[in-house]
């Protein structure tokens, strides 16, 4: 079957998906298209844009949406509906966006539980429901045959693709713009031995149909969160192989066994289109065969997802009860049928053997009253079973009354709900700015640690300078112990001078009682002291040296600001004292001169 040239009915909003309007569809995408037309018919929730399928719930997406969905709606988007669609990766739509949207189902709990949406909005990929939409043909090219079905945009030659994976054929889900190419694919993937997916749409048909796939690892993984996503709603691991020997290996020891569809109807129940009866039935029929009649309990869990459910369910609740008359009438009916035919056949075999005559014909009429009355019997029996229907219809009537006020208190404690997820919000709300709190802490601690950091490298480096400053105090401490043997030598010298001295003022005693000689001696003595003088004044020179290469090093090192001063020694008189004392003692020509010599002599004989 191809696409209408013309539309079945109007969809009063904007489908986008990849790829709209172009030639070459990828299979996944343009899936949009044929859930329109072979599932729902075309009155729906309010909204300007609508999303089917896909990995589209993403910040990005979303804002090119407002943008393009200009030329689709005449307006700018103000709300979308996100029904079977999953993230891109865990926080591809923010909370911002989020509140934009209407989420009736998603593709797999990850995605719900990124979102934190609650176990009331339903799970699984729409792709799960083709098998409600078509009834797959047998591909005869297909069948024992191992199939790759890698990506839309994998341009990789099919050789190249078959000696990697080692598979029997590549199947590509580049498809025209038709359902007949949607439908024959979907025969394609029903047809094969095994599939090794890298779309995840053939991985999904594969799982609908019942046909044993595994994941192909193709070196590049195509939004590795949605194939997480799907894996978790079937309850199968997420892990890929690139050989499809390896692929059934895995298939027979860990998905074979664990596959488990999700349950359908509730899907069903939220859609944003009402949903044509033929393909809810199969739906239900499915579910029931894989859940049981507890699969039919399902209502959705918000207001919108409750409207949708009720105008859903209104015409199937009827359709279903009908259908379960019917079975019971029919059964009863064909074991009617039975018994008459039986009675018939009696009937024939007993007129063919007309041999027997009367008696026998005679018994048979008797078999055959008997039969009537087992008939009448039956009759009978059929008019107490549709009394007794009677009687549960009306118990039915009283079910669904009682039904009513059980959704009735639903609404009010889905209200609660509600507010309660209002309280829950506002909390998550002050949790995160206690989180931008704490953050901002984190920012300032690691603000001091980098403070405290620098503050421990100029530590380092004033302890490097003080270790080189009481190096170089060392060095001047050495270079102060030398410059004082140094000075100890001079003073030593000095001593000798004063000894020389001494010895001088000795001999000059001796020679002032020497009167004969003293005017000699006097000379020879004054020349003697010239010389100790000269020798006296050098000394102090070198000290005057000394003290001021002193000076210069503890200017230089402050260490040695608080060190102890040197005793000073006794300075020898001026040249100019000298003189005048051996004058007083050499020639004590008046009593003046005589006093004096005489103190001179008692200091020189003190001293």
Not at 2 to 13: M, T
Not at 381 to 402: T, V
Not at 582 to 590: M, T, V, W
């Amino acid at each position: 079957m191809g696409q209408p040239s013309q539309p079945e009915f109007l969809i009063d909003c904007a489908l986008p998906y990849w790829l709209k309007g172009e030639e070459n569809q990828n299979f996944g995408d343009y899936l949009t298209e044929f859930f329109c037309a072979r599932l729902f018919y075309g009155v729906g929730l309010a909204a300007k844009v609508t999303h089917l399928i896909g990995s589209v719930m993403d910040d990005d997406w979303l804002a090119r949406q407002i943008d393009t969905d200009l030329s689709l709606t005449g307006s700018r988007t103000t709300k979308t509906v996100f029904w079977g669609c999953g993230l891109r990766s865990e926080t591809s739509l923010s909370e911002k966006a989020q509140k934009q949207c209407t989420i009736l189902s998603v593709r797999g709990p990850l995605t719900r539980s990124s979102l934190r949406l609650g176990i009331s909005v339903p799970i699984g990929d729409p792709a799960l429901l083709l098998p409600a939409l078509h009834s797959p043909r047998q591909d005869a090219a297909l069948v024992g045959r191992k199939a790759l079905i890698p990506h839309f945009l994998d341009a990789r030659a099919d050789a190249e693709l078959l000696a990697l994976s080692g598979c029997d054929v590549v199947l590509r889900p580049g498809i025209s713009r038709s359902f007949a190419a949607v439908e024959e694919f979907i025969d394609q993937v029903a047809s094969a031995e095994f599939i090794l997916a890298g779309a995840l749409h053939g991985a999904i048909v594969a799982a609908a149909y019942g046909t044993p796939f595994a994941y192909w690892d193709s070196g590049q993984i195509d939004i590795p969160f949605k194939w997480r996503d799907f894996s978790e709603s079937v309850g199968i691991p997420c892990e890929f192989h690139k050989t499809v020997d390896a692929g059934i290996r895995h298939y027979e020891t860990e998905i074979n066994g664990a596959l488990k569809l999700p349950p359908l109807l509730p899907v069903l129940s939220v859609a944003p289109f009402p949903v044509r009866q033929d393909a809810l039935v199969r739906v239900i029929a499915a579910d029931i065969e894989r859940f049981g009649i507890a699969s039919l309990r399902h209502r959705g869990g918000t207001k919108i997802q409750s409207a949708l459910a009720a105008e859903t369910w209104a015409v199937p609740a009827r359709l279903i009860g009908a259908l379960f008359e019917q079975s019971r009438l029919e059964q009863m009916n064909n074991e009617h049928q039975s018994r008459i035919a039986q009675v018939n056949a009696e009937l024939e075999r007993s007129e063919a053997e007309n041999a027997d005559g009367k008696q026998r014909l005679v018994s048979l009429q008797a078999k055959l009253v008997d039969a009537q009355s087992a008939h009448g019997a039956a009759a009978e029996k059929l008019k107490q079973f549709e009394a007794r229907n009677a009687d549960a219809a009306e118990k039915l009537k009283q079910f669904e009354a009682r039904n009513a006020d059980k959704e009735q208190r639903l609404v009010l404690m889905q209200a609660k709900l509600a507010d309660a997820q209002s309280a829950h919000d506002a909390a998550a709300e002050k949790l995160k700015q206690s989180e931008s709190r704490l953050a901002e802490g984190a920012q300032t601690i690691a603000s001091l640690r980098g403070n405290v950091s620098d503050a421990l490298l100029a530590c380092d480096a004033a302890v490097s300078k003080v270790t080189r400053l009481e190096s170089k105090a060392a060095e001047a401490e050495q270079r102060v112990a030398s410059m004082q043997a140094q000075l100890s030598a001079v003073l030593s010298q000095s001593a000798e001078a004063e000894q020389r001295i001494a010895s001088l003022q000795a001999q000059l005693s001796a020679a002032l009682s020497e009167s004969a000689e003293a005017e000699q001696r006097i000379a020879s003595l004054q020349a003697q002291l010239s010389a100790a003088l000269s020798e006296s004044d050098a000394a102090n020179a070198g000290i005057a040296q000394y003290k001021a290469r002193v000076a210069e090093t503890e200017a230089q090192n402050p260490y040695l600001s608080q060190a102890q001063p040197i005793k000073k020694r006794s300075k020898l008189r001026s040249f100019k004292d000298a003189v005048k004392a051996i004058g007083y003692i050499a020639l004590p020509y008046n009593k003046r001169r005589r006093n004096k010599r005489k103190k001179l002599m008692t200091g020189l004989r003190s001293y």
